[in-house]
């Protein structure tokens, strides 16, 4: 192929344009200024104008709460199930080798994924809350047993993003990062015992405690352990939604359920133990000192 020559031509010179008057220059410049300068202060609707040349400081995020759930189905279930009328996310995390985060209701409305639920002195959290679903196929009863389905790491990357994002702008509290069955532990069990709070925790997202309170409490309540009333005010203090009774009833079981697959997966049978109890008393001491029962300090 023949070597490709390139020529250059003289430069040609030529006189500029007239120049406009040196007051249309400062007209156009200030004009081109005014209208960069950001959003206007002042807007139109229906009937009337508003302005927002002012700001008041004495305000903050409705939301309070970040709830986590599985979807129990695949992406493409999942959308059509939460684009329709009944239910609904904030968010949708996808389980792909490069997940995909669809936001399917703005922060600033009312989603509905919480369903009946409370949490601390709240109840109805869909008021007060982003949820977020994880594409994830939940359990699977089989003739050895129940299997849970795991979230591969790039999902939880992904959702790691994602919340920081949501607790930075909300400013919620670690002890506000909750899964369905926390806010809800007799309807739901999501996001199940596969769900890696204690990696979500070391990423700076929710609450967990420390190792060596645990241990501290553990070895106390060996040969003490708290009465099933201490635990159930326990359990209230830290947020959960059981009725303080002296029994060991079937809400008991259930958050208890809830509250070791969230913080004890290996074992979330629903039944009071020392482990459980020092785990519940280390969280308490760490997020919630005021609010930790009297006895077995």
Known sequence: MPTPCFHSHPARWRLPAPCLPLACLIVICLFTLTACSGTPTTESRDGYRVDHSY???AQSSRVRHLVLHYTDSNARRSLRTLTGPRVSSHYLVTREATPRVYQLVDESRRAWHAGASAWGSRSNLNDTSIGIEIVNRGPRDTPHGRTWT???AAQI???IALARDIIERHDIDPVDVVGHADIAPQRKIDPGPR???YRLYRAGIGAWPETERVMAYQRRF???PPSLIQWQRALVAYG???DVTGRFDALTHDTLRA???????TRHDGYPDAHS???LWALLEKYRPEAKPAGNE
């Open 55 to 57: 700001q008041s400081t």
């Open 150 to 152: 795991p979230y591969p």
């Open 157 to 159: 990357d992904t959702l």
């Open 195 to 197: 769900f890696p709070w």
């Open 222 to 224: 060996m040969t003490s």
């Open 240 to 242: 959960y939604p059981v």
């Open 259 to 265: 509250f070791q697959m969230h913080f004890r997966p």
């Open 277 to 279: 109890a020092a785990i």
